[in-house]
């Protein structure tokens, strides 16, 4: 028989390439992983990894025994959320991951939405990048966690997790409330009698730009909405938390572009100018957990904490890893 615990170490291995990634995700020492998978192997009568050195590689019966440990994990996740549903009341830890600014627009009231209907529940946010979302929900380290992807950066279906949309809100270029365009010294132009200038994405080839740090999603869809506009943008500064972004704004140290959830309320001498661009936010979890008891009620929760003009349609794709 194989087992399930080794099942989903091969999975991770599949998933993050090395031996070493896989025992820091899951809390193990790489010696043990290296134990448990060779067990695997014995279970399974098969070779499952190729060794070369210090490097692994899945076989080709490795990769099969891997899709199969997909479907056995989605239908464990399932019996639990039976099981969990033939108790009477909802108690004990739901863990939650969040980025920043739902953190701040929409986790406090579905908090108290759910202390309402779910007293025995015991909601942990903590805050989490959404690129690290899949990592997180597959380690059993989160139950439940928003993440988000943007127009021009779609969202790739990550093995094991499955998302639900829950809102789209309007992307904004902001700028220093005086002009739309900061120059390469980074001070305000002069205003004519007519004020401000109209301002679009392309108007700002010559702005300094202020971004949110590499390899994060907020910072290739700022790239990427820049070059369908004809330019790159010259990055100054890199920010990943917006209320800072709009104070450098103010100050006069660049544009930015920002959500909605971002602006609620923005400083004074800052001027926003909504483009066709959107982000959307989008509830992830484990595939198969979408019947537990605890998952449903927090994500009707967080639905009635949308604000109203963001509602996404409930019809919306879900979308399966």
């Known amino acids: 028989m194989l087992d399930v615990r080794r099942l989903r170490l091969l999975r991770e291995l599949a998933l993050r390439g090395t031996i070493a990634a896989v025992a820091d995700a899951l809390r193990y020492t790489p010696s043990a992983v290296s134990q448990q998978l060779s067990t695997l192997e014995r279970e399974a009568g098969v070779p499952l990894l190729e060794r070369t050195g210090r490097r692994v590689t899945l076989t080709p019966a490795a990769l099969t025994l891997v899709r199969h440990t997909e479907d056995v994990l989605r239908r464990l996740e399932e019996a639990a959320a039976d099981l969990a549903g033939a108790r009477h009341g909802l108690a004990g830890p739901v863990r939650i991951g969040t980025f920043p600014t739902a953190g701040r627009s929409m986790i406090p009231a579905a908090l108290v939405e759910l202390a309402?209907?779910?007293?025995?529940?015991?909601?942990?946010?903590?805050?989490?990048?959404?690129?690290?979302?899949?990592?997180?929900?597959?380690?059993?380290?989160?139950?439940?966690?928003?993440?988000?992807?943007?127009?021009?950066?779609?969202?790739?279906?990550?093995?094991?997790?499955?998302?639900?949309?829950?809102?789209?809100?309007?992307?904004?270029?902001?700028?220093?409330?005086?002009?739309?365009?900061?120059?390469?010294?980074?001070?305000?132009?002069?205003?004519?009698?007519?004020?401000?200038?109209?301002?679009?994405?392309?108007?700002?080839?010559?702005?300094?730009?202020?971004?949110?740090?590499?390899?994060?999603?907020?910072?290739?869809?700022?790239?990427?909405?820049?070059?369908?506009?004809?330019?790159?943008?010259?990055?100054?500064?890199?920010?990943?938390?917006?209320?800072?972004?709009?104070?450098?704004?103010?100050?006069?140290?660049?544009?930015?572009?920002?959500?909605?959830?971002?602006?609620?309320?923005?400083?004074?001498?800052?001027?926003?100018?909504?483009?066709?661009l959107h982000r959307q936010t989008r509830i992830a979890y484990r595939s198969g957990a979408d019947g537990h008891p605890a998952v449903s009620a927090l994500t009707a929760a967080l639905r009635a904490s949308v604000p109203a003009d963001l509602r996404e349609d409930q019809a919306a794709s879900r979308h399966i890893g």
Request: charged letters at 15%.
């Open 116 to 276: 309402r209907r779910h007293p025995g529940l015991e909601p942990m946010v903590s805050e989490l990048d959404p690129a690290l979302v899949a990592d997180a929900l597959r380690a059993g380290e989160v139950d439940v966690a928003l993440v988000h992807r943007y127009d021009f950066v779609p969202e790739v279906p990550a093995p094991g997790v499955t998302t639900d949309a829950l809102c789209v809100e309007p992307m904004y270029l902001a700028t220093p409330a005086a002009t739309g365009v900061v120059g390469t010294g980074g001070a305000v132009g002069a205003v004519g009698a007519g004020g401000p200038p109209d301002v679009d994405l392309a108007g700002q080839r010559a702005s300094a730009w202020i971004t949110a740090t590499p390899g994060t999603m907020c910072h290739t869809m700022t790239v990427r909405a820049c070059q369908a506009a004809g330019f790159r943008p010259r990055v100054r500064h890199r920010i990943d938390e917006f209320d800072t972004v709009l104070a450098l704004v103010a100050a006069g140290q660049g544009v930015a572009l920002v959500p909605r959830l971002a602006v609620v309320d923005p400083p004074p001498g800052v001027r926003l100018t909504a483009l066709p």
